[in-house]
């Protein structure tokens, strides 16, 4: 057993990015297209990603600086066009998503690299992933910034204004999780499925 008392014992960057990814498992992908004030889109998964709010409907997720402490192409389009899609895209479009983790150059357009077709989005300028099952459409909260030192992470709360989902996943009531078939994020290269579940009975 190993205990670590970070201010006597730090642990670098690199360490606690390891173990996050390794213990905080598994973790929802969030998919997200934005578009700059010229309109070049991107597009990019971030597995820091959760609900944060139901009234008002409101989604977190927290892309990271890069080793030269540059913010990821999301948070400098946010910081022009204050709009956003999150998809959820479930197994179907793994791959497609995975494709979309590349390192382009700004303003290069990751619908393009990944060959996906763009759709609009109710009530936003920003344009969704048409073949994707379930997207949310946001317009920025805020976005909270953790220092600038590589690594450091920029929580964008973005709140929910517009939704589409495929009927084949929802019934008004339930989301299908066999039709929707989402996925995790492991450490490393490594996904989930949610193939296996199992229930318990909330206690009174």
Same mark, same amino acid.
């Given at each position: 057993?190993?205990?670590?008392?970070?201010?006597?014992?730090?642990?670098? &960057?690199?360490?606690?990015?390891?173990? %996050?990814?390794?213990?905080?498992?598994?973790?929802?992908?969030?998919?997200?297209?934005?578009?700059?004030?010229?309109?070049?889109?991107?597009?990019?998964? %971030? &597995?820091?990603?959760?609900?944060?709010?139901?009234?008002?409907?409101?989604?977190?997720?927290?892309?990271?600086?890069?080793?030269? &402490?540059?913010?990821?192409?999301?948070?400098?389009?946010?910081?022009?066009?204050? #709009?956003?899609?999150?998809?959820?895209?479930? *197994?179907?479009?793994?791959? *497609?998503?995975?494709?979309?983790?590349? &390192?382009?150059?700004?303003?290069? /357009?990751? %619908?393009?690299?990944?060959?996906?077709?763009?759709?609009?989005?109710? =009530?936003?300028?920003?344009?969704?992933?048409?073949?994707?099952?379930?997207?949310?459409?946001?317009?920025?909260?805020?976005?909270?910034? %953790?220092?600038?030192?590589?690594? $450091?992470?920029?929580?964008?709360?973005? #709140?929910?204004?517009?939704?589409?989902?495929?009927?084949?996943?929802?019934?008004?009531?339930?989301?299908?999780?066999? $039709?929707?078939?989402?996925?995790? !994020?492991?450490? =490393?290269? /490594?996904?989930? !499925?949610?193939?296996?579940?199992?229930?318990?009975? !909330?206690?009174?």
């Amino acid at each position: 057993m190993s205990d670590y008392l970070l201010e006597e014992a730090p642990l670098s &960057s690199g360490a606690i990015y390891r173990l %996050f990814c390794g213990t905080i498992c598994p973790r929802p992908i969030a998919w997200v297209s934005t578009h700059d004030r010229a309109g070049n889109t991107n597009l990019a998964p %971030f &597995s820091f990603f959760n609900v944060v709010s139901v009234a008002p409907p409101v989604l977190g997720f927290s892309p990271l600086l890069n080793g030269e &402490s540059q913010p990821k192409d999301t948070i400098r389009n946010l910081e022009q066009v204050p #709009e956003c899609v999150v998809h959820i895209s479930g *197994e179907a479009l793994v791959n *497609e998503m995975n494709a979309t983790s590349a &390192s382009l150059p700004a303003g290069e /357009d990751e %619908f393009a690299l990944a060959g996906l077709e763009k759709a609009t989005m109710p =009530g936003l300028s920003v344009p969704r992933v048409a073949a994707a099952p379930v997207a949310f459409g946001c317009r920025l909260r805020e976005i909270v910034r %953790f220092g600038d030192q590589p690594m $450091a992470g920029c929580l964008v709360l973005a #709140e929910v204004v517009s939704i589409h989902i495929d009927d084949a996943i929802w019934n008004g009531r339930h989301v299908s999780v066999e $039709a929707l078939k989402p996925i995790g !994020r492991m450490a =490393g290269s /490594d996904y989930a !499925r949610t193939s296996d579940l199992f229930g318990l009975e !909330r206690p009174a």
